[in-house]
């Protein structure tokens, strides 16, 4: 062999070793895992701090509660922990306070002289009755021509007024009941009107629910509660004179 081809063979065996000795190592399962847990928490990071920023705030509590839920141990997980907590409670106020308002339903109706404007609410559980689809509302009710009302009705359900009616027990939140006069209407409606409207609705403003003490006939006494602070006082405009 010649020198030249000696020095060709080493040198090719030199590459060779080379080659092989800077081999990269087989990439590692878990790494790769983690980084692509890392990259995905990133990207649902920036969508909560978008919908954080932009007042979307049940949104925001959603993502931010998924994603470190999801991904615990990321850095995007570790972020989010700084602000979600109190923003997670400003969406459970934020959700019961549309629970509540949607507990209300608003009509206005073009009667002679003006439009009647009402609010009604049902209460919080069903009332006893003998007819199982019984039911009691809450109404408040602005009529051009009788004035502003506050009355609750039965719907498949009849008032017992032998005893109890004159006098409702009613109380505001957790205070001690108050009794408020009561007037059935002489048409037999199924009603019960509280006499002094004003005082009622100004302290039912205030309060988180109402509860009243009833008689109906075949259910006995109970208690019907209604959420009232959902209540919306411009959906019924006219001041009662």
């Not at 209407?185 to 988180?208: R, Y």
Request: proline share 7%; charged share 25%; with cysteine.
């Amino acid at each position: 062999m010649s020198n030249r081809s000696a020095l060709l063979a080493l040198l090719g065996a030199a590459l060779l070793a080379a080659c092989s000795n800077n081999t990269a190592p087989p990439p590692d399962p878990a790494a790769a895992a983690k980084a692509q847990n890392e990259a995905r928490a990133a990207k649902q990071l920036q969508l909560y701090d978008q919908m954080r920023s932009g007042g979307d705030i049940e949104l925001a509590a959603a993502l931010g509660t998924e994603l470190v839920q999801k991904y615990p141990d990321t850095a995007a997980a570790a972020t989010a922990r700084k602000t979600l907590e109190p923003l997670q409670a400003q969406a459970k106020q934020k959700s019961e306070t549309k629970r509540l308002a949607r507990l209300w339903v608003y009509t206005a109706v073009p009667e002679a002289g003006g439009t009647q404007f009402a609010g009604a609410i049902e209460s919080q559980h069903p009332i006893k009755a003998p007819d199982a689809k019984a039911r009691i509302r809450l109404v408040l009710r602005q009529h051009p021509k009788w004035g502003q009302s506050v009355y609750l009705l039965l719907d498949a359900a009849t008032f017992d007024c032998k005893k109890g009616c004159p006098a409702l027990a009613v109380r505001f939140d957790d205070a001690k009941p108050e009794r408020m006069k009561a007037t059935v209407p002489s048409g037999g409606e199924p009603a019960l009107f509280i006499d002094d409207d004003k005082v009622f609705i100004a302290k039912m403003q205030k309060a988180h629910s109402v509860s009243i003490d009833v008689n109906v006939q075949g259910g006995g006494e109970q208690t019907v509660l209604f959420e009232t602070a959902g209540y919306d006082a411009s959906k019924l405009p006219n001041k009662p004179k």
